[in-house]
């Protein structure tokens, strides 16, 4: 019997015990958040401009949403990436002689986790994209209410954007560059075990060949991709207020939200289709397969039921032959419908709605509530 595998490849650090686990993701995102977020709304305050600090959805979208729910992510994550690793040893998907094979690959990818040299390189990028980000920020100044937070009344820096680009940022980016980092290894995962002698089921009820399990990773990553969503959503609707081109234009700023949206559910969705080929091949050799089997067992069944005299046939009712044709003809067009992805409809338009929700604040500033209860009113009527 093979041992259960935990593969907790989200998690910040060693993992703790299960029942400590959520615990300290909760404290680390309070700490974070309070710790890159209260002392701008504090230093924004002691310069008077708090109003213009609290009308910057830039930030609060960042800092008081995103960061939190990263750092949060791994509880809802660990749990159904750890349940994909143990289901492809427990359903007998992988053969015998790649198990071990197997087994390294989780260990060799536990290990990339904690590497330190990437977490140096990702603190690295982060500084350097605080930096970048923050002198983007100073040619916004001129001329824009709700940033003017950022200035000091020399026209310099604030303390409270010194605060926002030396601490805040670097900690947001940070976290968003870890949590990458575990997508690409996750990523890998999926690579790796595609490419593995994989046992499938072409008549799986799953119509993914018994694959349709994978889909539980897919949805865990649903609290992260509307995390990683609000972010430029909170940019997006800054600039929006702002009116600055080329976001006058409505249209513009859909298109925005339409590609940032489509990106993440890329990121989330595309490396379950590593596995597109093998489900190909499941179901043309499936079809194949489960084809001669019930023409062979519709032969049989027509030679003892159609070209029988009507006195030498047993009782239908007392015969299991019937059920048995309808079961195999029902396997048959399970393998004729299995999917090409081992996700569904449904699972990709959940993942969409994840990825767009975080926009809605910016259709309202481009067209007002009232205005849309105007039009559904019309509709009702």
Do not use: C
Request: proline share 8%.
């Amino acid at each position: 019997m093979e041992r259960e595998r935990d593969f907790p490849l989200f998690s910040h650090t060693a993992p703790l015990p299960r029942r400590a686990e959520p615990r300290r993701h909760l404290l680390l995102a309070a700490v974070a958040a309070a710790i890159a977020w209260l002392p701008v709304a504090l230093l924004a305050a002691r310069a008077g401009r708090l109003d213009a600090f609290l009308s910057d959805p830039g930030p609060h979208g960042r800092l008081l949403i995103s960061l939190p729910l990263l750092i949060l992510a791994p509880t809802l994550v660990n749990p159904r990436m750890a349940e994909v690793a143990r289901h492809f040893l427990r359903a007998d998907l992988i053969a015998p002689d790649q198990r071990n094979r197997y087994s390294q690959q989780l260990d060799q990818l536990l290990r990339l986790r904690d590497s330190r040299l990437v977490q140096l390189l990702s603190l690295a990028v982060a500084l350097a994209a605080a930096v970048i980000a923050a002198v983007s920020f100073e040619r916004e100044l001129a001329g824009s209410a709700h940033l003017a937070w950022r200035l000091a009344p020399d026209g310099g820096p604030s303390p409270a954007a010194v605060w926002h680009a030396v601490v805040a940022l670097p900690i947001y980016y940070y976290v968003v560059l870890t949590f990458a980092w575990r997508v690409m290894l996750w990523w890998s995962y999926l690579w790796r075990t595609s490419r593995l002698n994989l046992k499938l089921a072409p008549g799986h009820p799953d119509l993914a060949a018994g694959l349709g399990f994978l889909a539980v990773g897919l949805r865990g990553l649903q609290p992260a991709v509307f995390a990683l969503t609000v972010a430029p959503a909170g940019a997006l609707a800054s600039v929006v207020l702002e009116r600055r081109p080329p976001f006058q234009d409505p249209t513009f700023s859909v298109a925005t939200a339409v590609v940032i949206a489509l990106a993440l559910v890329v990121m989330a969705a595309f490396p379950l289709t590593f596995f597109s080929r093998r489900l190909l091949e499941a179901r043309r050799d499936g079809q194949l397969a489960y084809s001669a089997l019930s023409e062979r067992q519709l032969r049989r069944f027509e030679a003892k039921w159609l070209d029988t005299p009507p006195h030498e046939m047993p009782d239908p009712l007392e015969t299991p032959d019937f059920s048995a044709v309808i079961d195999l003809s029902s396997t048959v067009a399970t393998a004729g419908r299995l999917r090409v992805t081992p996700f569904s409809r449904t699972d990709l338009l959940r993942l969409a709605a994840a990825a767009i929700v975080p926009f809605a604040p910016v259709a309202l500033i481009e067209v007002p509530a009232t205005e849309i209860l105007k039009e559904a009113v019309k509709l009702l009527l």
